[in-house]
């Protein structure tokens, strides 16, 4: 049974989209949660933005040879079909089990994802046809390239489930946040708590970046021990915002 994906309110993109990647798992940590930086999720190019939205989850198995054939394709559970699926400013997050000599998906895929307007794709796997896919300007974080289909390595099986990327458990509609560091995974039901404790986060950061590129040292700075916690306060007191 697929789950319904849920629009991501636009305040909690401007936000996260200010927030780095490091900054949220050290938020998570903080909360318990250790497990939460999709592995292989690399930057297929240089220089993508930082992307902010809602997991839209599709899930592939090890092939088995009478499913993972050409003809699925055109099957109703098919990638071509979950497509038709992801909403715009969506996540497409393709738990592919770290295959990496069989691409997901190429660019004619990616640029029917463009034209639905998803945000970005992410995957454990890998992609195919990278000079068409780059073409299509789609953000795309993954272990890289191959030649071979899908098929050659993987049989697709469903979408909007639970799944596995990157050995973390992505559920539909949690929220990724995926920069130049990978991809990490916010739990839907703490997306408010970490965009307050993120947001702080980064302002004391940017703070302590200050004060080392003024010369200060680091015992006592970074963390700040409680003369500079109020020399913080004081500085964040007259910041907007």
């Given at each position: 049974?697929?789950v ?15 927030v780095?990647?490091g ?39 090890s092939a088995r040879e009478?499913?993972?054939?050409p ?12 497509i ?12 592919a089990?770290?295959v ?8 004619i ?5 463009v ?5 970005a ?13 780059l073409?299509t300007?789609?953000?795309?974080w ?38 130049q ?10 997306l408010?708590?970490?965009?307050s404790?993120?947001?702080?986060q ?6 302590i ?7 200060a ?6 963390p ?18």
């Amino acid at each position: 049974m697929t789950v319904e994906s849920l629009a991501l309110d636009p305040g909690a993109v401007r936000a996260l989209a200010a927030v780095s990647t490091g900054t949220i798992t050290t938020v998570l940590l903080k909360k318990g949660l250790r497990n939460v930086w999709l592995r292989g999720t690399r930057p297929l190019a240089a220089g993508q933005p930082r992307v902010v939205g809602r997991a839209f989850t599709l899930r592939f198995v090890s092939a088995r040879e009478d499913l993972a054939t050409p003809a699925s394709w055109g099957s109703p559970i098919s990638t071509r079909a979950a497509i038709e699926c992801m909403p715009p400013g969506c996540v497409a997050v393709v738990g592919a089990m770290g295959v990496t000599d069989a691409g997901i998906f190429g660019d004619i895929l990616c640029a029917r994802m463009v034209k639905r307007g998803v945000a970005a794709l992410v995957s454990d796997g890998v992609v195919r046809d990278v000079s068409g896919v780059l073409g299509t300007g789609l953000p795309v974080w993954c272990q890289g390239t191959a030649a071979p289909a899908s098929v050659a390595g993987l049989t697709f099986v469903g979408w909007q489930e639970p799944i596995d990327c990157g050995g973390v458990a992505v559920f539909p509609n949690d929220v990724i946040v995926v920069d130049q560091d990978g991809a990490v995974l916010i739990p839907a039901a703490l997306l408010d708590d970490v965009i307050s404790a993120a947001t702080e986060q980064e302002h004391l950061e940017n703070w302590i970046m200050s004060q080392v590129n003024q010369g200060a040292a680091l015992p006592g700075l970074y963390p700040p021990n409680e003369e500079n916690r109020a020399r913080y306060e004081a500085w964040r007191k007259q910041q907007p915002g």
